[in-house]
């Protein structure tokens, strides 16, 4: 099947700075592309659709000036977490379909960040 | 996108065939039924996907009542690799087809 992949695989960072995450369709084209949000224990929590060439669609609750999200080519979407906090550390995970190929939704490996 | 209800857990002997319910009674005509799992720490695996058929691959087997408000996920000889969290999530089959994941069933296979 298709794959997608994200780095860095882990991150720590201080309180206040920035952390870019990465997601990439290794061999194919996504057009569309989400981010999750997982918190210990949790279930995965869907925070924004990236569109290729446009804005991405945010889910309630999730601040996009905190969440930046760049779609900026067929195979790229990235994850600024801008000003990070503790409160933002969390597994964070990228999926994208391999449409129309085939209806199925490929999930990148994730990312743990941790805010110190 | 249709609710799911999942039980919380479910044990299962090594060998044996693991069952796995789901509940999606609100599910709409053209939204798909999608099982995913979740080993500890990864991102989810695809397992397998229908629309009203009973469909089969390598890993598992999807079960759909006629009425398509419920499935069951087989896995037909359960190892200890298959200890993980399951997820059944409806969907559309569309490039905008996001999926919102619930709880899911932790099953543990046990030896």
């Known amino acids: 099947g298709a794959v997608v992949s994200q780095h860095p695989s882990w991150v720590i960072c201080k309180s206040g700075t920035s952390v870019k995450i990465e997601c990439r369709s290794l061999?194919?084209?996504?057009?569309?592309m989400f981010w999750y949000r997982q918190f210990p224990k949790q279930s995965l929590m869907l925070m924004a659709t990236?569109?290729?060439?446009?804005?991405?669609?945010?889910e309630q609750g999730v601040e996009k000036d905190k969440f930046l999200i760049n779609h900026a080519s067929l195979t790229l979407s990235t994850l600024t977490v801008t000003s990070a906090h503790p409160e933002d550390s969390s597994f964070y995970i990228c999926?994208?379909?391999?449409?129309?190929?085939?209806?199925?939704?490929?999930f990148g490996p994730g990312t743990r960040l941790t805010v110190t | 996108d249709a609710k799911t209800t999942q039980p919380t857990s479910m044990d299962c002997a090594e060998g044996r065939a693991a069952n796995l319910p789901c509940n999606h009674s609100?599910?709409?005509?053209?939204?798909?039924v999608y099982w995913y799992r979740q080993i500890h720490s990864q991102g989810p695996q695809y397992i397998i996907h229908?629309?009203?058929n009973n469909e089969t691959n390598e890993m598992a087997s999807l079960i759909i009542t006629e009425d398509r408000k419920s499935s069951t996920l087989i896995l037909p000889h359960a190892t200890l690799r298959d200890t993980a969290v399951y997820y059944c999530?409806?969907?559309?089959?569309?490039?905008?087809?996001?999926?919102?994941f619930g709880d899911g069933t932790t099953l543990t296979v046990k030896p």
């Open positions: 999926s994208a379909p391999d449409w129309p190929s085939s209806y199925e939704q490929y």
């Open positions: 061999d194919f084209q996504a057009t569309t």
């Open positions: 990236s569109n290729e060439g446009s804005k991405a669609t945010y």
């Open positions: 609100t599910i709409s005509g053209n939204e798909y």
């Open positions: 229908g629309l009203k």
């Open positions: 999530i409806v969907r559309v089959n569309t490039n905008a087809g996001k999926s919102t």
